[in-house]
């Protein structure tokens, strides 16, 4: 092969890196005590490295709070580690099930088995939580991993490289970096178990990817997030946890809110509620020190670009905060806005937004906005705001989704004892805690019989005994 035909050295690796992580787990797969001891040491050097953490994610995105990356990066990471320590001897334990009459007086159980080499793709949006948490899971679990973090945050993958080289032999976790050719020749790679984390589009790509290796697949992925404000609720607290769960991180959340639907008659006071909210939260942008960037500029151009197509049919556009245009895109600092009016086959309704942009919808009954939400793909998360409770039983009741936060928004991601995962166009699989732990690991099922088994009245001659066995259980 010449040179000019060679795959490049990070594309070259990545078939020798996963056969070298896969000899390793068979020749000495990790016992809960080493997991144990693993996490530990995750636990310590992560917490040593929280500055250079925050540094690296603000050099990507242009600028990022410090305090969302404590909260939504730190405590989450430290929190699922904390877990898993605390509970990996107890979720390693085969789980004991019944086994009937017909069976007795054997014994069965679920054993739990780490699957081999877990391969993760992480997104650029929580770049660290998102890498970070599934391979506590993974190691929980006793499997080895290979990461692959998102090309569009290149220094805190490579503070997530170094960081786990300290931590972790080269033959346990590897981590590979580089652009989307890396990133799809990884999908294709013949993991024991792949978990991808990202855009919808990009997700039926990597399923693809895997589908000749037959790889299990976990996708956690996105869509479009609604709020529904039920008549009933005031709007000065919806306004203000709808406005936390959308410019968290400028928007840049999958469970983020991504439209919101409010009755008719309150439409406006709700748009007056949201914009004191923004004010309040982030004055004029003159201090942007609290305020997310956009994290490229493809990706600012993409919003804008929604707003465009809105506004050519016939959408009104509401910026929240006046910016100058020459700051916005030199400083990719895209400020809260409102749309209202937006038509559904607008790009804004058609696609996942993934920025600082509500829409506002509005319904005459709430039945008309359950309808709406239910011709469309089932959302990852949904956020019904209501004091009654028939009312909010009625709202999940007619919303599949992959997670739900009652009278909030984000919240629920953030409890480790609730999986967390989408259906169908939002995702499949989930993760977090036990449910992490369960995902990368195989639920063996044994049943062990002991000197007398039932079945040794089931061999011939059976004289009678198994039409009337069958008699008796027809009955």
Known sequence: MNEMNAPSPALAELGPTLERLRTAWRANKPSPDQRHADLGRL??????????????????FGHRSPHENLISEAMVTLAEIDLARRK????????????GWKFWPARAELRPM????????????????????????????????????????????????ELLAEVFPADR???????????????????????????????RKVMAAAAPNLTPVTLELGGKAPAVVAADFPLELAAARIASGKWFNAGQTCIGVDYALVDAARRDAF?????????????????????????????????????????????????????????MQAERLMPPTIVLDAPDDSDLMRHEIFGPILPVKTYARLDDALSYIGTHDRPLALYPFSNERATVERIVDATL????????TLVHFAVDTLPFGGVGPSGMGAIHGKSGFDAFSKLLP??????????????????????????????
């Open 88 to 99: 990996l001897r107890r979720w390693a334990k085969p789980r004991r099930v019944g086994v």
């Open 43 to 60: 636990r310590h050097v992560f917490a040593r490295r929280l500055e250079a953490m925050d540094a690296a994610i603000r050099a990507d």
């Open 271 to 327: 748009v007056e509620a949201i914009r004191s909210q923004v004010t309040a939260r982030f004055g004029d942008l003159s201090d942007a020190s609290n305020y997310t960037r956009i994290i490229n500029t493809a990706q600012f151009d993409r919003l804008q670009g929604l707003l465009a197509d809105a506004r050519a049919r016939g959408a009104t556009v509401l910026p929240l905060i006046d910016i100058a245009p020459e700051r």
């Open 114 to 161: 780490p699957v081999g080499v877990v391969g993760i793709i992480s997104p650029w949006n929580y770049p660290v939580n998102l890498a970070l948490v599934p391979l506590v899971s993974a190691i929980a679990a006793g499997n080895h991993v290979y990461l692959k973090p998102s090309e569009h945050t290149p220094r805190t993958s490579e503070f997530l490289r």
């Open 446 to 475: 044994v049943l062990r019989q002991s000197r007398f088994a039932a079945t040794d009245l089931l061999r011939p001659p059976y004289k009678g005994f198994v039409d009337r066995l069958v008699r008796f259980l027809a009955r």
């Open 173 to 203: 976790v590897s981590v590979a970096v580089g652009g989307a050719d890396v990133g799809a020749a990884f999908s294709a790679l013949p993991f024991d178990h792949l978990l991808f984390t990202g855009s919808t589009a990009v997700g």
């Open 401 to 408: 989704a992959g997670g739900v936060t009652v009278n909030d």
